[in-house]
């Protein structure tokens, strides 16, 4: 799963090779960084005279080398805290260099993930594991840090993209970093998470007083494009629903799919990232949830 979620995303490496990663300040001391790279994760970062937490950190230690030279740029201080939004590799592969000494934020879930994707990596080549998961902050629910004169909610959403995501609100600031619940003008990948929860999450953002959305990946958003992707996410839910509960197989199901409203969202059948791939993941959904 964690390998296909990758090649889904990596295809949107070509033609970007060049181009270096924008960083946008977008409220006092918030700072959101788009990454150039597609298949590496965006990342969102907050200074403070404590010093500085870091939302996800890229696919590996190059791109975590580059998210750290853009935080040079603006503040010597220490990287003190790091929030991993979910497991998947684009998401934390910088961890170890963008904040060597840093606490790291996740859940159970994406602790264990992690954890067993670098014990198996370390076996393979033959070397102990990596120590940056030995002082792992883990949350159930929701934490406040008061980093500054600024409030941090880092929260579990429920299942969602993941069984184990987090999102980091900026209460003042009017921020947030969503992991990979939402990304800019694209279909996403689907992990074995749960669809109708996502939609759920969305709704409770948008309830939120929000004018700066970093997604996992893409453009820095608002609003508007939020809405279109949960928008999206909510009809496919309801047409596969409709479908399910008269007993039709999966094919049916993908060939009666009618989202004509959304067909400016990005689509990659190479990639498992269509509307056909997003209904197979959510038919398996309510296939696991039957009684
Ligand atoms: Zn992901």
Not at 190 to 201: I, R, T, Y
Request: glycine share 6%; with cysteine.
């Amino acid at each position: 799963m964690l390998q296909n979620c990758l090649q889904r995303i990596a295809f949107v490496l070509v033609g970007v090779s060049g181009a270096s990663a924008s960083v946008q300040k977008i409220a006092p001391d918030l700072y959101a960084y788009i990454s150039e790279n597609d298949s590496s994760a965006n990342a969102t970062f907050l200074i403070s005279d404590k010093g500085i937490l870091v939302v996800d950190t890229g696919l590996n230690l190059p791109e975590g080398r580059k998210l750290l030279e853009e935080i040079r740029k603006i503040s010597p201080l220490p990287v003190r805290w790091i929030v991993n939004t979910h497991y998947h590799p684009d998401h934390r592969g910088g961890n170890s260099v963008v904040g060597p000494d840093a606490v790291i934020i996740s859940t159970h879930y994406t602790r264990s993930r992690v954890r067993r994707a670098l014990e198996e990596q370390a076996v393979q080549n033959g070397q102990r594991p990596p120590p940056e998961y030995e002082l792992n902050e883990v949350i159930d629910r929701m934490i406040v840090l008061h980093l500054g004169s600024h409030e941090v909610r880092i929260y579990h959403p429920g299942p969602a993209h993941t069984m184990g995501d987090l999102v980091v609100y900026f209460a003042d600031q009017h921020a947030i970093a969503t992991g990979d619940l939402f990304l800019t003008n694209s279909c996403p990948a689907m992990d074995e998470g749960d669809l109708e929860n996502w939609v759920h999450a969305l709704d409770q953002i948008l309830h939120l007083p929000v004018e700066h959305i970093v997604p996992g990946h893409f453009a820095l958003a608002t609003k508007k494009e939020l809405r279109h992707f949960r928008d999206y996410l909510a009809e496919l839910r309801d047409q596969v629903d409709r479908m399910y509960s008269k007993g039709l197989k999966l094919p049916q199901v993908q060939q009666g799919l009618k989202l004509t409203g959304y067909e400016d969202l990005r689509q990659f059948p190479k990639y498992e990232a269509t509307f056909a791939d997003n209904a197979a993941a959510y038919y398996g959904q309510l296939q696991r949830k039957a009684p």
